[in-house]
């Protein structure tokens, strides 16, 4: 499912009361924006019962070149990680897997 997707089941779910593709569009991008701006803020946002998304660090380390193969450093670096609640693992256990 890519965002295109998620927006037309959001207006296909009639309870969500959106009357417009460009409404329920909105209301994503209103979502994904809060996510950003709540783990700019607190470094984490924690949706109960889907999962957390929170700022972890990577240590500076070495790696290798894979055209060369020659040793390079790679420096500390912080990126967002993402850690499913049992809700979602327990959906997601129960959905077909990709082959």
């Given at each position: 499912?890519?965002?295109?997707?998620?927006?037309?089941?959001m207006l296909a779910n009639k309870e969500a009361g959106f009357e417009?593709?460009?409404?329920?569009?909105?209301?994503v991008d209103a979502v994904?924006?809060?996510i950003a701006a709540g783990i700019k803020?607190?470094?984490?946002?924690?949706?109960?019962?889907f999962g957390t998304f929170?700022?972890?660090t990577r240590a500076a380390r070495t790696g290798r070149n894979?055209?060369?193969g020659a040793t390079i450093k790679?420096?500390?670096?912080?990126?967002?990680g993402f850690k499913a609640g049992a809700a979602l693992?327990?959906?997601a256990a129960k959905s077909k897997a990709k082959k």
């Amino acid at each position: 499912m890519n965002k295109q997707d998620l927006i037309d089941a959001m207006l296909a779910n009639k309870e969500a009361g959106f009357e417009s593709k460009a409404a329920a569009g909105r209301a994503v991008d209103a979502v994904l924006d809060a996510i950003a701006a709540g783990i700019k803020k607190d470094g984490n946002v924690q949706l109960i019962g889907f999962g957390t998304f929170a700022v972890k660090t990577r240590a500076a380390r070495t790696g290798r070149n894979p055209q060369t193969g020659a040793t390079i450093k790679i420096k500390a670096s912080k990126t967002v990680g993402f850690k499913a609640g049992a809700a979602l693992k327990a959906d997601a256990a129960k959905s077909k897997a990709k082959k």
